[in-house]
Structure formats: structure tokens, C-alpha cells
């Protein structure tokens, strides 16, 4: 896994950004569009390639040594807000954890920015308000959206701070926080102090791009195009589901209900096990609802990785409950160990993103297979495809081939886009495509158009052709297919002894294809 090459936005952004950084030292990609992000990850990728050299092996072992740090800050967040124990079981699963797992070797700044959290939120709670306040910078300074966790709890001190009530001061003061010498004004300037070296970083980029929040589609799909009502009720039950159930961590929080409402605490000479202290799981429970809520609003694609700095909150309260109602707690966390696990290999007959299990590695391999035989093939053809392979056969330093391949790109193999790739077909003579989107097997929700709709309006959903299908379509014949648990790749020649006959073949194809629901 080490060795693969690189995988979907990996590709698309991150690794030509930190490419850009090595040759040319600009923190500004200009070898793909500027999305804005801070480049904290780029630069340390692009520092390990200058030290040791540019291939993926590198890159994925300078991203598990952040997966490292980060699981380090999800120790010492468990360790201080609970016991050893609580800490590394909680390490053991978030390590465990599908997408955690998936994530550690990718370089992408998700897992980063959530392990700097970590850390910080360590040293909050240990009342290191200026260690705290540096930590949430750099933060930031990996990921746009860390900024939610300090913004979160400065807007919580400031409620706090205007509680009078004896009665409701538990929620908000902690041990440490009485001890401070730092009253709550500071504390709270202090967790908005890192919005200034993001605010920097923006004020950077509108200089060198004339953009704020990076080119004017990347803002139209991730903000503009998500101010719905009924989108955001849609994404707001999707990313409550990820912070709760999906990939088999409803087998932890469903454990963690049942021993809560059925089991006393458990004893241990003669007192009770303590558990986190209402204040801590409430700076938790705010963290995760903020970014529940700012994820389902913003965020044109709903991915699990977004959710990365918050599910390890979930899963330290998750274990210390078991920990300390449950007598069997440590067969409880093995058995919940092994299900994190076999979600590995196992793909969900739910729609989900392949890089959040082992289901990416397949994606590779099918695209190493395909664009191998593309490249040994036809190295001179024009090929029709869509994006990632777009880039993966256009930029051999991504891994894929040795030398570039003229490409006509279309978004994606639903029924539209291959009739009106059919019209250009003296464009191209080859065709590469794939599974765009992970196909689950037939579900109950599969029958519901009104689903379907909102999947389709909202959420960017469409289903691919078969490659039978767009054969018949493009006047071509397929030489090369393979598929891997419900994923596909397949190379089409196209026939241009057949143009003439190009209408009646496309209505007759159109005419004969069955509705998808």
C-alpha cells in the first residue's frame, strides 16, 4: 500500500500543490486551481521530497508520521480527561476506525488538521491556554475548517461567562479553569487569536489569485450551491449518522446505550469509577455539534474525512462509559476492535466514498491495470475519459504511466454525458472508463424516486453506464475490462468506420436502456 500511486483528490490537488512548492517554492499551486487551502501539509510534503526524494513511498510514510502525532493527541486527550486505560483503548479504535485507518496514508489534510485538535484541546482542558491557542493555529493553518473547534469554545466561554446561575456553572467550569489565573475575556481573545494567521493566509491568496476562498467554482460547490434548506436537513442526517454509525461505529455507540441505561457503575475499592466530568463532555458535545452543523451547511461533497477531528471525541466518551459501567469492557473493546477491522474489506450497501476504507486500494489497482494497457496499447490515441483519470494519464509524475496521453474529458458515464461524447467522436479513438461512483448492491431506499431526486439535485449523485452499454453507444468495442467489489474499469476502441450510422445507433441504445429506479 505504501508503493500505490496517487488516489482521487490526492491527485487533483494536493500532490500538485506540493509539487508546485518543490519546484517552484510558490504557495500557490499553479499547476491545478487554487482551492485556497492552507499549505502546511503541502510544505512538509514537499520537504520530505526535497530531503529524500519525490515518490509515493515517501509521501505515505511522511503522512503516517502525522497519523502517528495525531493518534499521540487523541492519547493524550483520553489520558487527561479520563485514565490510561480510557486512552488506549480510545487510541487503539480511533487508530482501528475505517476512515482513520483509510486516511493515515493519503496525503490529504483532514486527518492533520484533526490531529493538531487533538492536541490542542489537550492543552485546553489542561487550562494551557497560549499552548492551546498556538495548537489551534497551526491547525488552521492545515485545514480552513480547524478553525470551527476554537470559535466553537470561545462562543462557549462567552455563554458560560454570562451564566449567573450556580446551578448551571458545572456545565461550563472544570477544575483547571477555576485554577487559572487567566480569567474568561483572555481565555476567550486567546482561542480567537488563531483566526489571525488564517486570516493572513486569505489575505495572501486574494493577492497572488484575486480570490478569497479559492476560484469561483470551487465556491460555488462548497458553499454557494449548499444554502439549502432542505439540503442542509438531508447533510445534517448523513453527518449525524458518520459521527455515530457509519462503517460499524454504531457498534460502539450502540454498546455504550445499552450499558448506560442497563448498568450501574462499576466499583473499585469501594467507590465508584469516576467518569469524564460533565464539563469536558459538554466542550465535547460543542465541538462535535458545531462541526455537525457547519459541515451539513457547507461542504458540496458530504465526506467522512470532514468529520475526522470530532469522531475521536466520540469514541473517548464512548469507552469511558464502558470502562466504567462494564464489567467485560476490554472484550467489549476487542469485539468493537474487530468490527472496525472487518469494515476494512467490507463495503457497506450504503452509497460511500471508497477512500474511506480499503476500497481505494482497488480503485488504484483497477486504474493502474487499465492505463497500463491504455499506455502499452495506444500511446499516441486520443482518449475520451473523465476525471481522475483525466489527470492520471496526463501527468505520468502521479504514478500511473511513464509518458503523457492526450485526453478529451467529459464529467463523469451517465447517459447524458456518453450522448454527447457520441457527437464528437472523430475527437478521440480510444475510450477509458470506469466506476465514477460506488455502486452498492440493491437496497429498500434504491425504489424510492423522491430519494433518488434529492441524491441527484443535491449531492452530485448520477449512475455510470456499463461498458456494454457505452460501447454500443460510442460505435466501439470493448478490449479491456476488469472489476473489483463493485468497482469496474474498461477500454473501449472506437470503430470510426461507423460514423455514418452514429444517429440511429444512438436513439437505438437511448430507446433500449431501462430507467436506473
Same mark, same amino acid.
Given at each position: 500500500?505504501?508503493?500505490?500511486?496517487?488516489?482521487?483528490?490526492?491527485?487533483?490537488?494536493? %500532490?500538485?500543490?506540493?509539487?508546485?512548492?518543490?519546484?517552484?517554492?510558490?504557495?500557490?499551486?499553479?499547476?491545478?486551481?487554487?482551492?485556497?487551502?492552507?499549505?502546511?501539509?503541502?510544505?512538509?510534503?514537499?520537504?520530505?521530497?526535497?530531503?529524500?526524494?519525490?515518490?509515493? /513511498?515517501?509521501?505515505?510514510?511522511?503522512?503516517?508520521?502525522?497519523?502517528?502525532?495525531?493518534?499521540?493527541?487523541?492519547?493524550? /486527550?483520553?489520558?487527561?480527561?479520563?485514565?490510561?486505560?480510557?486512552?488506549?483503548?480510545?487510541?487503539?479504535?480511533?487508530?482501528?476506525?475505517?476512515?482513520?485507518?483509510?486516511?493515515?496514508?493519503?496525503?490529504?489534510?483532514?486527518? =492533520?488538521?484533526?490531529?493538531?485538535?487533538?492536541?490542542?484541546?489537550?492543552?485546553?482542558?489542561?487550562?494551557?491556554?497560549?499552548?492551546?491557542?498556538?495548537?489551534?493555529?497551526?491547525?488552521? /493553518?492545515?485545514?480552513?475548517? =480547524?478553525?470551527?473547534?476554537?470559535?466553537?469554545?470561545?462562543?462557549?466561554?462567552?455563554?458560560?461567562?454570562?451564566?449567573?446561575?450556580?446551578?448551571?456553572?458545572?456545565?461550563?467550569?472544570?477544575?483547571?479553569?477555576?485554577?487559572?489565573? %487567566?480569567?474568561?475575556?483572555? $481565555?476567550?481573545?486567546?482561542?480567537?487569536?488563531?483566526?489571525?494567521?488564517?486570516?493572513?493566509?486569505?489575505?495572501?491568496?486574494?493577492?497572488?489569485?484575486?480570490?478569497?476562498?479559492?476560484?469561483?467554482?470551487?465556491?460555488?460547490?462548497?458553499?454557494?450551491?449548499?444554502?439549502?434548506?432542505?439540503?442542509?436537513?438531508?447533510?445534517?442526517?448523513?453527518?449525524?449518522? @458518520?459521527?455515530?454509525?457509519?462503517?460499524?461505529?454504531?457498534?460502539?455507540?450502540?454498546?455504550?446505550?445499552?450499558?448506560?441505561?442497563?448498568?450501574?457503575?462499576?466499583?473499585?475499592?469501594?467507590?465508584?469509577?469516576?467518569?469524564?466530568?460533565?464539563?469536558? @463532555?459538554?466542550?465535547?458535545?460543542?465541538?462535535?455539534?458545531?462541526?455537525?452543523?457547519?459541515?451539513?451547511?457547507?461542504?458540496?461533497?458530504?465526506?467522512? *474525512?470532514?468529520?475526522?477531528?470530532?469522531?475521536?471525541?466520540?469514541?473517548?466518551?464512548?469507552?469511558?462509559?464502558?470502562?466504567?459501567?462494564?464489567?467485560?469492557? *476490554?472484550?467489549?473493546?476487542?469485539?468493537?476492535?474487530?468490527?472496525?477491522?472487518?469494515?476494512?474489506?467490507?463495503?457497506?450497501?450504503?452509497?460511500?466514498?471508497?477512500?474511506?476504507?480499503?476500497?481505494?486500494?482497488?480503485?488504484?489497482?483497477?486504474?493502474?491495470?487499465?492505463?497500463?494497457?491504455?499506455?502499452?496499447?495506444?500511446?499516441? =490515441?486520443?482518449?475520451?475519459?473523465?476525471?481522475?483519470?483525466?489527470?492520471?494519464?496526463?501527468?505520468?509524475?502521479?504514478?500511473?504511466?511513464?509518458?503523457?496521453?492526450?485526453?478529451?474529458?467529459?464529467?463523469?458515464?451517465?447517459?447524458?454525458?456518453?450522448?454527447?461524447?457520441?457527437?464528437?467522436?472523430?475527437?478521440?479513438?480510444?475510450?477509458?472508463?470506469?466506476?465514477?461512483?460506488?455502486?452498492?448492491?440493491?437496497?429498500?431506499?434504491?425504489?424510492?424516486?423522491?430519494?433518488?431526486?434529492?441524491?441527484?439535485?443535491?449531492?452530485?449523485?448520477?449512475?455510470?453506464?456499463?461498458?456494454? =452499454?457505452?460501447? @454500443?453507444?460510442?460505435?466501439?468495442?470493448?478490449?479491456?475490462?476488469?472489476? $473489483?467489489?463493485?468497482?469496474? %474499469?474498461?477500454?473501449?476502441?472506437?470503430?470510426?468506420?461507423?460514423?455514418?450510422?452514429?444517429?440511429?445507433?444512438?436513439?437505438?441504445?437511448?430507446? $433500449?436502456?431501462?430507467?436506473?429506479?
Amino acid at each position: 500500500m505504501l508503493h500505490l500511486p496517487y488516489f482521487w483528490d490526492e491527485g487533483g490537488y494536493y %500532490i500538485p500543490a506540493a509539487r508546485d512548492i518543490l519546484l517552484t517554492g510558490s504557495l500557490i499551486p499553479h499547476s491545478t486551481v487554487s482551492n485556497a487551502h492552507p499549505p502546511l501539509v503541502m510544505a512538509w510534503l514537499a520537504l520530505w521530497w526535497k530531503v529524500i526524494g519525490y515518490t509515493p /513511498l515517501v509521501t505515505r510514510t511522511a503522512m503516517l508520521i502525522l497519523a502517528a502525532f495525531s493518534l499521540s493527541g487523541v492519547f493524550r /486527550l483520553a489520558e487527561r480527561v479520563s485514565n490510561t486505560n480510557v486512552a488506549i483503548a480510545s487510541t487503539l479504535l480511533t487508530a482501528l476506525y475505517p476512515v482513520f485507518f483509510a486516511q493515515s496514508s493519503l496525503a490529504q489534510v483532514d486527518l =492533520a488538521a484533526a490531529g493538531l485538535t487533538f492536541w490542542a484541546l489537550s492543552a485546553y482542558v489542561e487550562g494551557q491556554w497560549v499552548v492551546a491557542g498556538l495548537w489551534f493555529a497551526l491547525a488552521a /493553518l492545515t485545514k480552513e475548517t =480547524a478553525i470551527l473547534t476554537p470559535v466553537a469554545l470561545a462562543s462557549w466561554e462567552t455563554v458560560g461567562m454570562l451564566v449567573q446561575r450556580n446551578s448551571l456553572r458545572k456545565l461550563w467550569m472544570h477544575a483547571d479553569f477555576r485554577a487559572s489565573a %487567566i480569567t474568561s475575556l483572555p $481565555r476567550i481573545a486567546l482561542l480567537l487569536l488563531p483566526a489571525l494567521p488564517l486570516a493572513l493566509w486569505y489575505a495572501f491568496h486574494y493577492s497572488r489569485t484575486g480570490y478569497v476562498f479559492g476560484n469561483p467554482e470551487f465556491f460555488r460547490y462548497n458553499v454557494a450551491a449548499t444554502l439549502s434548506l432542505t439540503r442542509f436537513l438531508l447533510a445534517l442526517a448523513i453527518r449525524l449518522w @458518520q459521527v455515530t454509525g457509519y462503517l460499524h461505529l454504531w457498534v460502539l455507540t450502540l454498546a455504550t446505550l445499552v450499558v448506560m441505561e442497563t448498568l450501574p457503575p462499576q466499583q473499585d475499592d469501594g467507590s465508584e469509577r469516576a467518569r469524564i466530568s460533565i464539563s469536558i @463532555q459538554m466542550i465535547f458535545y460543542v465541538v462535535t455539534v458545531a462541526y455537525v452543523v457547519a459541515m451539513a451547511l457547507i461542504g458540496g461533497a458530504v465526506l467522512a *474525512r470532514y468529520m475526522l477531528p470530532v469522531v475521536p471525541l466520540v469514541i473517548i466518551l464512548s469507552v469511558s462509559t464502558l470502562w466504567r459501567r462494564l464489567k467485560l469492557w *476490554r472484550a467489549t473493546i476487542t469485539f468493537i476492535a474487530l468490527a472496525f477491522v472487518l469494515a476494512w474489506f467490507w463495503n457497506p450497501h450504503y452509497g460511500f466514498s471508497p477512500e474511506d476504507n480499503l476500497a481505494y486500494r482497488g480503485h488504484i489497482v483497477l486504474h493502474e491495470d487499465g492505463e497500463r494497457f491504455l499506455e502499452a496499447r495506444y500511446p499516441m =490515441a486520443r482518449v475520451l475519459t473523465a476525471w481522475p483519470a483525466s489527470d492520471e494519464i496526463a501527468r505520468p509524475w502521479l504514478g500511473y504511466i511513464t509518458r503523457p496521453m492526450r485526453v478529451v474529458r467529459i464529467e463523469d458515464f451517465s447517459m447524458d454525458e456518453v450522448l454527447s461524447a457520441a457527437e464528437l467522436r472523430s475527437n478521440y479513438e480510444v475510450a477509458l472508463i470506469f466506476s465514477t461512483k460506488y455502486e452498492p448492491g440493491p437496497a429498500l431506499w434504491d425504489r424510492w424516486r423522491w430519494w433518488t431526486k434529492m441524491k441527484t439535485r443535491f449531492f452530485g449523485f448520477h449512475r455510470d453506464l456499463p461498458p456494454p =452499454a457505452v460501447a @454500443q453507444i460510442l460505435a466501439g468495442r470493448i478490449v479491456f475490462s476488469e472489476q $473489483r467489489k463493485g468497482q469496474w %474499469i474498461a477500454v473501449i476502441e472506437i470503430d470510426q468506420s461507423k460514423m455514418e450510422n452514429a444517429e440511429a445507433r444512438i436513439a437505438n441504445a437511448a430507446s $433500449r436502456m431501462k430507467p436506473a429506479f
